[in-house]
């Protein structure tokens, strides 16, 4: 079965389903007590509105969904600041423990900081960091997806694939069992994506719309469908019943990989090929639609993909 996901936000939101942030600056700007109040506002309508996102999804039969990282934004500062005490951190995963799911398939995707082919020691530094805090809203939620990218090639993209492996096992092995990751539009392909975790003991998301990017400037002979196939065993070899695969459609067309990143607002239906659908049949596929208008084009696909199920 094919099943379309939402990715953090609904588009057009009214203040029902809208997350709140603070920046750090302002936090540090305030007294201890007025930055306590304001964190702890936050994060509790933070944990509200998740639970009004979850519920939207199952009302539309949205069957998966992508959480916002920051649904304790700047957490490490709060923390160690005792901004947020420890007893009060407990008392806030509580309140992400009690949310209903109500059975969609969830998922994390920290942003483009964490780089755990780094060589420099600081960035892996807050790269553990920032995966632990995404476990900790896993664990509380209860889901087991975390998803990144390789990261930058830093000039020799061989070794930064091994000092990945090499980071990932010395520094934070307690994450592989959530950990999936998607091949990239510039450094990565699907064939990397699956040495890595093969290496590692973890999955493949597979995203079609950076394998096509990427193809333009490092065409392979794998075809679309063989890397899917590739990317489906990882999940299969991890126990997992299901995959998660990420599509969109570039707004300008494919030109280059830089100018064909950009998302467009819906999904061009001629994105989601033939053998997708036939593989759907047999296998549990969850597809984050990125696309800028959200909820609006989940529903266009799915009533064209209907049409050719």
């Not at 597809?287 to 049409?307: P, S, T």
Request: hydrophobic residues 35%; negative net charge; charged residues 20%.
């Amino acid at each position: 079965m094919l099943h379309l996901g939402l990715c953090c936000l609904l588009h057009e939101m009214d203040k029902t389903y809208k997350f709140r942030i603070y920046t750090r600056k302002k936090i540090s700007s305030l007294s201890h007590d007025e930055a306590r109040a304001n964190v702890h506002e936050v994060v509790y309508h933070n944990i509200s509105t998740l639970q009004k996102v979850l519920d939207y999804c199952f009302m539309h039969k949205i069957t998966s969904y992508r959480l916002s990282s920051d649904l304790i934004p700047h957490f490490d500062y709060v923390t160690s600041n005792n901004i947020i005490t420890p007893s009060e951190l407990q008392d806030i995963l509580a309140g992400f423990s009690a949310i209903n799911s109500n059975g969609i398939q969830l998922s994390l995707h920290p942003g483009q900081y964490v780089s755990m082919a780094s060589d420099n020691p600081d960035i892996i530094s807050r790269s553990c960091a920032d995966l632990r805090y995404h476990m900790l809203i896993a664990d509380a939620v209860g889901f087991k997806e975390i998803n990144i990218h390789l990261g930058g090639a830093y000039g020799d993209p061989a070794s930064a694939i091994e000092r990945f492996i090499h980071n990932f096992k010395t520094n934070i092995p307690e994450v592989l069992p959530y950990l999936t990751l998607e091949n990239d539009e510039l450094c990565y392909n699907v064939h990397d994506c699956v040495y890595v975790a093969t290496a590692l003991g973890c999955r493949v998301t597979y995203d079609l719309h950076h394998q096509r990017c990427n193809y333009i400037k490092n065409p392979i002979t794998t075809t679309e469908h063989e890397m899917f196939l590739l990317a489906k065993q990882t999940w299969l070899d991890t126990g997992h019943n299901y995959m998660r695969m990420h599509i969109s459609t570039p707004k300008n067309g494919y030109t280059t990989p830089s100018k064909s990143r950009p998302h467009s607002d819906l999904i061009d239906p001629a994105d989601i090929p033939d053998w997708l659908l036939q593989e759907s049949k047999s296998f549990p596929i969850h597809i984050d639609v990125e696309a800028k208008h959200k909820q609006a084009a989940i529903k266009a696909l799915h009533e064209n993909l209907i049409k050719r199920i």
